[in-house]
């Protein structure tokens, strides 16, 4: 019987482009749901009960939620090619601690660049460029967080690539000047067609931003 | 002494003495002498620290021996800041020299290296993702301080918020005898160590969990049957006495 992979994600969303990237990796086909998440549907709102959330992996009619859980579910799973973790369990926990970082620390410091004002603003953009630098001496000369290959780390930062443009423009700077080997690493996960194909152009995603701005701050 | 899967095999010496006689039973006495290359385990924790708790009952089901180190909260040792540079906060642990930081990833770490007993993940890629999927619920909802460190409407909101988490988490427990079914696992080990801080919240915020949750309070209990629990977990009235000190430092009621 055939697998039946649907996933249910906002295109803009960093969450959502993990799982995208990840299913690319290992060559599955899956049918992608759009959700309105002012409007969400009854078959997000019955998976993910919990948190009503995106992104969220139906796998033969089971949910699987939270956008980290679904790569090592995704990497477990269909173990045949691309393997996302590492053999090794203290590399694997070594990895899993970077992915954790990202996931605790990149998200709501990109949003408090994207929403906030003043000093909360510049505080939430200098502490991003030391989230950012510290990532960098993580990666150091590699090629990738995985080392030769493409892992869970690279998986769980490459989508807050293409938010990099919001994050000049609201911040005011460059983050290739600050971080070039990040940026170089970002431009070399995006020469892979599973990265390129799951992430949005960034102007795209700056013009969505700024519109979902316009209505945050007019509330 | 113990080793896990992925160390140095043993290194046996067998002495055979044969006590050679032509006409009685040729004795021969094999002595295998095992000599393991031992583990070195060391975790940096402090004892009230939920997260460090997770470890010490992951550590104590798969019957592992280590080294314990108290930390000071408010005077960090050169170990634990050159070992978790980044985070710098406990527990960490430290195998063969290696450190593994954060307590779910050690918990998992654990459950990889020390796999031939007492699993704490099942086996199935579907039912593991829900147990990371609560043990991460666990992670981000049940941690909250607020109810000892906020007063009136701010307090009331923090209890309700408590209460709320705590009955989502016993309607995924349902009937079940632990999180994980019949086994013991990981959102058990993620959880159970909170229990520590009931009698706190109870104090604190003038109620009663076990009246609000009653199923949650029962499950806790059946936890603390097992060795690993109530050998860990630190005495409630300590955790009360250690909170109220710990609010006088930062000057809070």
């Known amino acids: 019987m055939a697998d039946e992979v649907i996933l249910l994600d906002f295109w803009p969303s960093p ?13 599955i086909e899956y049918e992608y749901k759009e959700e309105n998440l002012s409007d969400k549907s009854p078959l997000l709102l019955k998976m993910n009960p919990v948190k009503k959330q995106i992104p969220v992996l139906i796998h033969n009619g089971k949910p699987v939620c939270e956008s980290l859980i679904i790569v090592r579910y995704i990497d477990e799973v269909w173990k045949h090619k691309s393997p996302l973790l590492p053999s090794d ?31 909360e603003h510049e505080a939430g953009k200098n502490e991003l460029m030391g989230c950012f630098k510290l990532l960098e001496g993580e990666l150091g000369d590699k090629t990738y967080f995985g080392d030769d290959t493409f892992g869970i780390v690279d998986v769980a930062l490459i989508p807050f690539y293409s938010w990099f443009y919001m994050f000049e423009q609201c911040g005011n700077m460059s983050i290739e000047a600050e971080c070039p080997k990040l940026v170089a690493w970002g431009k070399r996960c995006m020469e892979k067609e599973s990265v390129s194909k799951s992430l949005p152009d960034q102007h795209k995603v700056y013009d969505l931003l700024m519109d979902l701005k316009k209505k945050f701050l007019a509330k | 002494m113990t080793y896990g899967s ?16 032509p006409d009685q039973f040729i004795r021969f006495w094999c002595f295998s002498l095992t000599v393991a290359m031992s583990d070195e385990l060391v975790l940096l924790s402090m004892w009230p620290s939920p997260f460090g708790l997770r470890v010490q009952i992951a550590l104590a089901e798969k019957r592992v021996e280590y080294e314990y180190k108290e930390e000071d909260l408010f005077n960090k040792s050169s170990l634990l800041l050159t070992v978790n540079p980044v985070h710098k906060k406990v527990p960490v642990l430290i195998h063969n020299g290696k450190a593994i930081c954060e307590s779910l990833a050690i918990v998992e770490y654990i459950d990889e290296v020390w796999n031939d007993r007492s699993p704490l993940l099942p086996s199935d890629p579907c039912r593991r993702a829900e147990a990371r999927f609560w043990a991460d619920f666990v992670d981000k909802k049940a941690a909250s301080k607020k109810v000892w460190r906020s007063k009136g409407e701010d307090q009331e909101e923090a209890k309700r918020e408590l209460i709320e988490i705590f009955k989502v988490l016993e309607g995924e427990l349902g009937d ?4 994980g079914g019949d086994n013991f696992g990981l ?18 915020g003038n109620f009663s969990i076990e009246a609000e949750c009653p ?39």
């Open chain 2, 6 to 21: 992925n160390n140095i095999p043993p290194i046996e010496l067998f002495i055979i003495l044969v006590t050679p006689h």
């Open chain 2, 187 to 204: 959102v058990d080990i993620a959880l159970v160590p909170f229990y520590s801080r009931f009698y706190t919240l109870d104090k604190f």
């Open chain 1, 15 to 27: 969450f959502g482009m993990r799982v995208r990237v990840a299913l690319a990796e290992k060559g």
């Open chain 2, 176 to 179: 079940k005898p632990y999180f």
């Open chain 1, 89 to 119: 369990a203290y590399q694997r926990a070594h990895a899993m601690f970077w992915a954790d970082y990202v996931d605790k620390k990149i998200y709501s410091l990109a949003r408090q660049v994207w929403l906030s004002s003043g000093e």
């Open chain 2, 215 to 253: 199923v949650l309070v029962a499950w806790a209990k059946r936890c603390m049957k097992r060795e690993s629990v109530f050998k860990s977990l630190p005495d409630s009235e300590k955790v009360y006495d250690f909170v109220l000190q710990v609010n006088k430092w930062f000057g809070i009621h």
